[in-house]
């Protein structure tokens, strides 16, 4: 049937009606979009571009988004629930219609401008990916990153893509002044995986080729295994540790899979097309993570699960990172430059 077809370079093979929609429309996409949808780009003026984070297991207080959508496709993403916000469903959608946000650098220069503004890291990206395919036209994360270093202000990076490379100028310079680090998102080692999982991402190889050379330009990167997905990926923790390790990682960190919202609607569909025979083992499992649900919004325990299973994937974790790195130093941002570039005429009385 036509319906169930597998859409080539898409993560989401169904487009669920937003939240906020007026219409209820079909979720099956149904061949109109063609063998490949484009992705439609949109431009928007931002009235505001750096967000408090308010989960107290999020790290730090602030992050910036200069994108919403992710052509990266990636079937799991919890960001997809918010582009309900901006009138979009959370699956077909959320990776063919990104809106940029073309002021970004303008209002993060405003921000830092402020007299009320307290020096804080800011995270790029706290939602969807700061590198996605389009940023390298764009450059709009490099305006961000130019504004950031004028100001002497700490950055922290979250990205799966190599195009972080393009902007080794800026960024070894800030990390000279300990005011960037950066952390690779990679969850598995196996490409054929990935392929399914994270359509448009950068690939494996590549991911740990950009590791070892933001390592070797000082810079100091960390990895984000995330998400966890067991029956998929959880096999591949201590294989996975050891390799980023020896690509010059700092640190890895995890968070278990949970299928909050829409999300889970697109990823069974995905799991459905992409993985019958492991369908019902996966979401069975991915069940017992979160007592019963395959999501939770749960601070404390919603990025790391509860029960044994959940306890069983964390220990492995905390296992290979006691075997494969040597010794896991918290990295400080310097937040003392900021003040001296805003307030010159503070270095007089220093």
Known sequence: ???????????????????????????????????????????????????????????????????????????????????????????????????????????????????????????????????????????ITRSILEVLWEFRHPVTIVTKSALILRDLDILRE?????????????????DRLRQKLEPRASSVFTRLRTIKHLSNEGIPVTVLAAPIIPGLNDHEIMPLVRTVASHGAVDINH????????????FRDWLQKTYPN?????????????????GSSRF????????????SINEQMRLAKKVYFEEIKKIELDTELYQSIKNPQLTLFG
């Not at 990916?129 to 390298?136: G, L, T, V």
């Not at 019902?280 to 993570?289: E, G, R, Y």
């Not at 404390?300 to 306890?311: I, N, P, Q, T």
Request: glycine fraction near 8%.
């Open 1 to 139: 049937m036509e319906s169930l077809r597998v859409i080539k370079g898409r993560g989401a093979q169904i487009n669920p009606t937003g939240r906020f929609e007026h219409l209820v429309r079909d979720a099956i996409i149904t061949g109109q979009e063609g063998p490949f949808p484009k992705t439609k780009f949109l431009h928007s003026k931002a009235k505001s571009i750096v967000n408090k984070v308010t989960s107290p297991d999020v790290p730090g207080d602030y992050s910036l988004n200069p994108y919403q959508g992710c052509e990266h496709g990636c079937t799991y993403c919890y960001a997809r629930t918010t582009h309900a916000y901006w009138g979009y469903g959370a699956g077909l959608d959320f990776e063919t219609k990104i809106v940029i946000k073309d002021n970004a650098a303008e209002l993060l220069r405003k921000k830092l401008m402020s007299p009320t503004w307290k020096v804080s890291p800011i995270n790029l990206s706290g939602n969807t990916d700061c590198y996605q395919p389009i940023e390298k036209k764009l450059e």
């Open 174 to 190: 800030m990390a000279r002044h300990n005011l960037v680090k950066v952390a690779i998102s990679l969850n598995t080692l196996d």
């Open 255 to 266: 968070i278990i899979i949970r299928l909050n919202g829409e999300v889970e609607d697109v």
């Open 278 to 294: 492991k369908y019902d083992k996966v979401m069975n499992q991915i069940a017992s993570l979160h007592e019963g649900s395959v």
């Open 300 to 311: 404390g325990d919603r990025m790391k699960g509860s029960g044994s299973f959940a306890e």
